[in-house]
């Protein structure tokens, strides 16, 4: 179960890594429009080669002068999706915290198990030789017994 946690630790973590991408993707965009809408006449552009989207032999630019650029700042779809892939990342990096956690209390588990099983194996041992001592004991003094008698 600690090997299976770790391996979906793992899983987690790149999927939170996955989903802070388009976070900074969208929170980039965002900025662009809130000031693009702030100062009147300012050219501002988004390069996409930064994010890959694109080789970087293209040369593709998403500029605030265009007519779809601000259709898109306008739209109540932009802030939708930034808020729905917010969501996302907090869901991933819940979901990890929850792994690191759940693979700390399996870990102190199995090590309480394992100190549990030594000390089960000690006390059967003390016990026996405590019967054995005691079984000694009262032979002995059924012997003493006998020979005072």
């Avoid at 090997?3 to 630790?9: A, S």
């Avoid at 041992?125 to 002995?140: A, G, N, Y």
Wanted: hydrophobic letters at 45%; one cysteine or more.
């Amino acid at each position: 179960f600690i090997m299976l946690t770790y391996i979906f630790m793992l899983a987690w973590l790149g999927v939170t890594a996955f989903t802070s991408l388009p976070v900074y993707m969208y929170f980039n965009l965002w900025t662009i429009c809130r000031n693009a809408t702030i100062v009147d006449g300012a050219n501002l552009c988004l390069d996409l080669r930064q994010y890959g989207i694109v080789t970087i032999g293209e040369e593709k630019k998403v500029c605030t002068t265009s007519e779809s650029f601000t259709k898109m700042c306008d739209s109540n779809e932009l802030n939708m999706t930034f808020h729905l892939f917010i969501v996302a990342l907090a869901g991933a990096g819940a979901a990890v915290i929850a792994m690191v956690h759940y693979l700390m209390v399996l870990s102190a588990n199995w090590a309480y198990v394992k100190d549990a099983c030594r000390m089960q194996k000690y006390e059967d041992i003390k016990s026996k030789e405590e019967q054995e001592l005691h079984d000694i004991h009262s032979t002995r003094s059924k012997e003493r017994l006998n020979a005072y008698t």
